[in-house]
């Protein structure tokens, strides 16, 4: 099985769920469409839900995917000459317990926050609640 993605986007938010089971290879090929579509709707704040994904991905995939992740908001930043903010929400064992793709991500300059809930995601992105942005719907 194969992740899917589905975007919404409003303004500079872009809301990206995923679905399906966790592979490194599927993983950057995601991730490279998120930010392609961010860049496409000129999205400064990224909201990646990962909450329907199932693994239980190595520290060394966890590695590779950061260093992926890197490469693509570079690509971003190249493009639009700014950076932009991510928020990934999703819940163990998908999420390493002790951050270490998220730490490898931040010291190579990304703007990323791994957490296991919607609200914290919009909190840290500075993206208020509405109507059509309820944290536990889907986009």
């Not at 909450?51 to 966890?62: A, E, K, M, S």
């Not at 950076?83 to 990934?88: G, H, V």
């Not at 609640?129 to 719907?137: Q, Y």
Request: aromatic fraction near 8%.
């Amino acid at each position: 099985m194969s992740i899917s993605l589905k975007v919404d986007s409003d303004g500079d938010f872009l809301r990206c769920q995923g679905s399906g089971e966790f592979s490194i290879k599927e993983a950057c090929s995601w991730f490279h469409d998120i930010i392609a579509a961010a860049i496409q709707h000129g999205a400064t704040k990224v909201l990646v839900d990962c909450l329907q994904i199932v693994g239980n991905p190595t520290t060394v995939d966890r590695y590779e995917f950061a260093e992926c992740l890197a490469r693509e908001v570079v690509g971003y930043i190249n493009e639009r000459n700014e950076f932009p903010r991510l928020a990934i929400v999703g819940k163990e064992p998908l999420l390493d317990p002790n951050r270490f793709g998220e730490l490898v991500a931040r010291n190579r300059g990304v703007k990323v926050k791994v957490v296991e809930r919607m609200e914290d995601a919009l909190k840290w992105l500075e993206v208020g609640l509405t109507e059509n942005l309820n944290p536990n719907d889907g986009p």
